[in-house]
């Protein structure tokens, strides 16, 4: 997102972050070091800017469930603290998780049906946007994949970059039923998505993704790719019992296209692994989850 827009002279970028996962931030970009809960910095700040990427959030159903308290502070609250004193343009990035279960092939007007703290938060924080942000755009994104910049720090707790690093190392993919249905996008999608919507004066809620596809498929996908890959079929239910297909024909309609496909993602992931740049993949730091276990995050707000 950062890269996107640092290079558009129109645009003058500031990212504003705690490094919860990092330990340093060497982007040439301007930065403010704060958290989104400290309203006194933020408050300083938010005059200074027309558009805010609301990217901050605690991410993931795991995550979020090691302190549901924390959650709804970090997602929802510092959300609506931000909309009600911030008079620009809120970008917003919700999720597809939201709609829990469904076996329809649902659009944007589906019910929701939030299966975590992590799906509730952001429909929380969602509906607030809607109704009190002066202006808005928010995305619910599908599940992500691939490799964002040279900076970033790689998700491993997401289904397509698990399985091709998995692939890579040799291990079994194993496939819990299969059949549960998800919408997948590249992680640069969502920039260019945003800057898309920004240079078309595009508003409002849209499904974020490239195509709706099952696990099952999915690591076959891998498998095309990475043949040495064996896939062992299990008849049981996985724990994650998300299972949805969404339309994005809205936001397709407005003429955006995503510019990278899966079979890309998962040649950039396995390159990626197999030169070894990625030193040590069972570090947590790459499982939000696990490292906020490792880190006790929060433990001392509860």
């Not at 399985?163 to 549960?180: K, N, S, Y």
Request: charged share 25%.
């Amino acid at each position: 997102m950062t890269d996107v827009f640092l290079d558009k002279e129109d645009y003058d970028v500031t990212v504003y972050d705690n490094l919860l996962y990092e330990s340093r931030y060497l982007k040439k970009v301007k930065f403010i070091h704060g958290d989104i809960r400290d309203t006194e910095k933020l408050g300083k700040v938010l005059p200074e800017f027309d558009i805010i990427v609301w990217l901050a959030a605690l991410v993931g159903d795991g995550a979020c469930a090691i302190n549901t308290t924390l959650t709804e502070e970090i997602n929802f609250n510092a959300t609506k603290w931000m909309v009600d004193h911030f008079h620009g343009t809120v970008i917003f990035m919700s999720t597809c998780s939201v709609y829990g279960i469904n076996s329809e092939l649902i659009d944007e007007t589906a019910a929701p049906n939030p299966l975590s703290a992590y799906a509730a938060t952001k429909l929380e924080a969602e509906r607030y946007v809607i109704a009190h942000a002066k202006d808005y755009l928010i995305f619910r994104l599908g599940t992500l994949y691939g490799v964002g910049d040279a900076f970033s720090r790689l998700r491993l707790d997401l289904v397509v970059n698990i399985l091709t690093l998995r692939a890579v190392r040799g291990e079994t993919l194993t496939v819990f039923g299969g059949q549960q249905w998800r919408p997948i996008l590249h992680v640069r999608d969502v920039s260019h998505a945003v800057e898309f919507c920004l240079e078309h004066g595009i508003r409002g809620l849209y499904n974020l993704c490239e195509r709706n596809i099952v696990i099952g498929e999915l690591a076959q996908e891998i498998q095309k790719y990475i043949p040495s890959a064996k896939i062992v079929w299990k008849d049981m239910k996985f724990e994650d019992l998300r299972d949805y297909r969404v339309k994005n024909n809205r936001i397709l309609d407005t003429g955006w296209r995503p510019k990278f496909s899966l079979p890309e993602g998962i040649e950039e992931l396995k390159r990626v692994f197999e030169e070894g740049r990625v030193k040590d993949t069972t570090d947590p730091v790459y499982s939000n989850a696990n490292y906020l276990k490792t880190i006790h995050f929060g433990e001392n707000e509860k």
